[in-house]
T-cell receptor, first 115, second 114 residues
Framework: SAVISQKPSRDICQRGTSLTIQCQVD?????MFWYRQQPGQSLTLIAT?????????ESGFVIDKFPISRPNLTFSTLTVSNMSPEDSSIYLC????????????FGPGTRLTVT | AQSVTQPDIHITVSEGASLELRCNYS??????LFWYVQSPGQGLQLLLK??????LVQGIKGFEAEFKRSQSSFNLRKPSVHWSDAAEYFC????????????FGAGTQVVVTP
């Protein structure tokens, strides 16, 4: 497994602003993922973030709204841009440990409230 | 594309009683199946996984799950629940042709009563 941390753990933001969420892993990983968990809902994959290449976004998510950086094998950021109340969610990063292990381990999440 | 259904949104169980959470999946080939648990204010913790082989898999915290291809199911069980098992449980399915893209079920909220 891995130790995954996220910053901030929670935030309250005003609509129209942007928030950058950081995800740090204690070991080098190839695959990192960003998920959104809306209130009372399940997890939805936003994008896959690979080091050295652009993130791959799932249907319904675009780079202008959710820009992602992956500068190295232990760190990634997700920015939620031009926020609206509908962006209020828990945002989680996850990593795959080991090539071909096909297991994802999750960070503690960032609880975002947009007012 | 794969999909997963958890028919039970909410389950209440007495401490010491057995627990079974249902999960049904839809996928053309052999899926990769997972159960995660999310305690209040916590991230997701992997309980167990099934890739191939023995259809009864053991996980952490005394949980087990059984893969039944004929029923497209991967139900989670625990013989005797503890108060600390109160949490939300998510079934997830992955596929070899969409590496890393997990589809999560809606989740089952488990409440444990004394």
């Amino acid at each position: 497994s891995a130790v995954i941390s996220q910053k901030p753990s929670r935030d309250i933001c005003q609509r129209g602003t942007s928030l950058t969420i950081q995800c740090q892993v204690d070991s080098q990983v190839t695959m990192m993922f960003w998920y959104r968990q809306q209130p009372g809902q399940s997890l939805t994959l936003i994008a896959t973030a690979n080091q050295g290449s652009e993130a791959t976004y799932e249907s319904g998510f675009v780079i202008d709204k959710f820009p992602i950086s992956r500068p190295n094998l232990t760190f990634s950021t997700l920015t939620v841009s031009n926020m609206s109340p509908e962006d209020s969610s828990i945002y989680l990063c996850s990593v795959e440990i080991g090539t071909g292990a096909y297991e994802q381990y999750f960070g503690p999440g960032t609880r975002l409230t947009v007012t | 594309a794969q999909s997963v259904t958890q028919p039970d949104i909410h389950i209440t169980v007495s401490e010491g009683a057995s627990l079974e959470l249902r999960c049904n999946y839809s996928y053309g080939a052999t899926p990769y199946l997972f159960w995660y648990v999310q305690s209040p204010g916590q991230g997701l913790q992997l309980l167990l996984k099934y890739f191939s082989g023995d259809t009864l898999v053991q996980g952490i915290k005394g949980f087990e799950a059984e893969f039944k291809r004929s029923q497209s199911s991967f139900n989670l069980r625990k013989p005797s629940v503890h108060w600390s098992d109160a949490a939300e449980y998510f079934c997830a399915v992955g596929a070899s042709d969409s590496w890393g893209k997990f589809q999560f079920g809606a989740g089952t909220q488990v409440v444990v009563t004394p």
